[in-house]
């Protein structure tokens, strides 16, 4: 059986949360050859950590390494795009984290009488094309890191709706926790969108996903996005909010929104509403509730109620981890008993892992990253316009 070799670019949470998955696979061989970062320091203790064998100074280094087969970029999201071009040009195969690309100018860069949520979206679809036909053309994979769409829950909804062969009328979902603490997700720059494109980024790409294998399953073609409506704030600025004297949540946002809301319209004419916001206390949120023409099917990725903790001091369970985002661990908590494998992260590695080795799609690929990718910059351009915008959904055949 042959060894698939893995190196990571960046060693912060997603890279971590990656090495165990990694680490789960079955049924196939998996080294984590490598790793490279922008802090040697880092890099190397992370290693060492980790049983990494070899540290790369940069991720250039890393790229000419002939027994790599595939790179995890798990790095800010405005390296994504170059990182992942030369990555391809070098033969390798890609995992990217969510958002695949973006764009990170500031919006004082924007020349007087020009939009800003327009030039982002030109520019950032221009950008994922530009990763996916570098994909195409070196004849590598591209495999969109969105846990979501692996979710043991999301699974079986999929399941029940091919039994029950009803009509997905309405999708209700929704990303929430009380802030990031990295300070790439601060500003524009970095991380290229707020709580939307952070948060966001995962109940669009489940209503997308489930909309498209509806599609699939009925008539043997995606229905696609058609439209979108979006309302937005910064929530923790608002007046509201700074006149209280206690700060739960995170509070230094620099230019970004931190609640958002968006309705998608399907090309069959029903909807999915998402939600996604950095001011909600309890932990992180990760829900979706899908309506049929004949069933309902409620998905709860965290919280949920498998294993239910009650503390009277934080101090009691100091030493175990509850649940991610949590505030205190004082009163009652839900303490998941495997937050990887519910989250979806297990199966997603396990589903690249063989795509390699069989040499066929992931089921998260580059045009779920780049569709993904439209709807949230369509959505901050119709913030910006306050009017409804149409998806151009150019698919183009990136799925290699």
């Known amino acids: 059986m042959k060894t698939i070799n893995v190196g990571i670019i960046g060693s912060g949470f997603s890279a971590a949360l990656h090495v165990e998955a990694c680490r789960k696979v079955i049924g196939l061989n998996v080294c984590i050859r490598a790793i490279a970062g922008g802090n040697r320091d880092r890099a190397e203790s992370f290693a060492g950590k980790n049983g990494i064998p070899i540290v790369y100074n940069d991720y250039k280094e890393m790229l000419a390494d002939k027994e790599i087969d595939v790179v995890d970029l798990c790095i800010p999201n405005m390296m994504h795009a170059e990182v992942a071009v030369e990555?391809?040009?070098?033969q390798k195969h890609i995992i990217c984290e969510k958002p695949m690309t973006g764009y990170f100018g500031s919006p004082e860069s924007i020349t007087a009488g020009n939009s800003f949520a327009k030039t982002a979206l030109e520019q950032a679809l221009r950008s994922a094309d530009e990763i996916l036909h570098a994909v195409r053309d070196n004849n590598v994979k591209f495999m969109y890191a969105e846990n979501w769409i692996y979710a043991p829950s999301v699974a079986k909804a999929k399941r029940l709706l091919h039994a029950g062969n009803g009509s997905i009328l309405d999708i209700r979902a929704e990303e929430s926790h009380s802030g990031s603490h990295a300070k790439a997700s601060k500003r524009w720059e970095t991380a290229g969108g707020g709580s939307l494109m952070i948060l966001g980024s995962h109940p669009i790409a489940a209503?997308?996903?489930?909309?498209?294998?509806?599609?699939?399953?009925?008539?043997?073609?995606?229905?696609?996005?058609?439209?979108?409506?979006?309302?937005?704030?910064?929530?923790?600025k608002s007046s509201a909010y700074e006149s209280v004297q206690k700060?739960?949540?995170?509070?230094?946002?620099?230019?970004?929104e931190t609640w958002a809301s968006v309705i998608l319209t399907f090309t069959d004419g029903t909807k999915a509403v998402i939600f996604a916001s950095f001011a909600v206390l309890g932990g992180i949120r990760n829900v979706m509730d899908i309506y049929t023409s004949n069933s309902v099917i409620k998905c709860n990725m965290t919280p949920n109620?498998?294993?239910?903790?009650?503390a009277p001091s934080?101090?009691?369970?100091?030493?175990?981890?509850?649940?991610?985002?949590l505030e205190t661990k004082a009163g009652w908590n839900f303490a998941s008993s495997d937050e990887d494998w519910v989250r979806g992260y297990n199966q997603e590695m396990q589903d690249f892992m063989e795509c390699i080795a069989e040499d066929r799609l992931p089921l998260s690929d580059g045009q779920l990253a780049r569709d993904v990718l439209e709807v949230i910059y369509s959505a901050y351009l119709s913030y910006e316009t306050g009017q409804r915008i149409e998806i151009k959904n150019n698919e183009e055949e990136h799925k290699r």
């Open 305 to 310: 109620d498998g294993v239910m903790v009650y």
């Open 314 to 325: 934080p101090d009691v369970f100091a030493e175990e981890y509850i649940a991610e985002k």
């Open 87 to 90: 990555a391809a040009r070098a």
């Open 247 to 256: 700060h739960w949540m995170v509070t230094d946002w620099v230019d970004v």
């Open 207 to 236: 209503a997308i996903h489930l909309k498209n294998f509806e599609g699939r399953l009925k008539w043997g073609k995606p229905i696609r996005v058609q439209s979108v409506v979006a309302d937005m704030a910064p929530m923790t």
